[in-house]
């Protein structure tokens, strides 16, 4: 019994570092991609968007789908980053998981950044590691407005 309740409590550890290490491991996978590659992946996104919303197919309007389909992508997988890292770094019970968690979510859009120079037609941007980065940011406000709101739920029904 007492081996379950250890196991519970490290629950949470266990599955933000595996949704963390997930992530990683489909972040090198993506930017590993080659420009043909890539293109054939998001240009399957984009293909579904215009037919959703019976967008025209004019070469304008194609690329700028495109270009905010791409950008998406990459703000919401580092959101799913920024998410899981802070849930992972507050269950180690670090003094300011914050701190690490942007920390560690900036050096990994640097990293994505300059893998995408090692793949062929595919560069780096500043302005992609400032997407992600606010995709770091913004997944990890979600995960700590949600504990701070379970927190004060628990501390009101306490005092009830």
């Known amino acids: 019994m007492q081996t379950l309740s250890k196991l519970k409590s490290k629950l949470p550890l266990i ?7 997930a992530t990683l491991a489909a972040l090198f996978v993506f930017s590993g991609q080659d420009s043909e590659e890539s293109n054939q992946v998001s240009g399957v996104v984009v293909d ?7 967008m025209s197919d004019d ?18 997988i580092f959101a799913v980053l920024g998410a899981s ?4 770094t507050s269950s180690l019970l670090l003094l300011r998981p914050y701190i690490s968690t942007l920390i560690i979510g900036l050096c990994a859009a640097i990293i994505n950044e300059l893998q995408q120079l ?7 941007s ?8 606010s995709g770091v940011v913004v997944g990890s406000l979600i995960v700590w407005g949600i504990v701070r709101w379970v927190q004060n739920r628990r501390k009101i029904k306490k005092d009830c």
Do not use: C, P, Q, W
Request: no cysteine.
């Open 126 to 133: 500043i302005r992609d590691v400032a997407i992600d980065f």
């Open 59 to 76: 070469t304008e309007t194609v690329n700028t789908v495109t270009l905010v389909v791409r950008k998406l992508a990459h703000f919401t």
């Open 15 to 21: 599955i933000s570092a595996a949704i963390v290490l």
């Open 118 to 124: 090692t793949s062929e037609g595919r560069t780096a």
């Open 48 to 54: 579904f968007v215009m037919k959703l919303f019976n």
């Open 85 to 88: 890292l802070y849930a992972f």
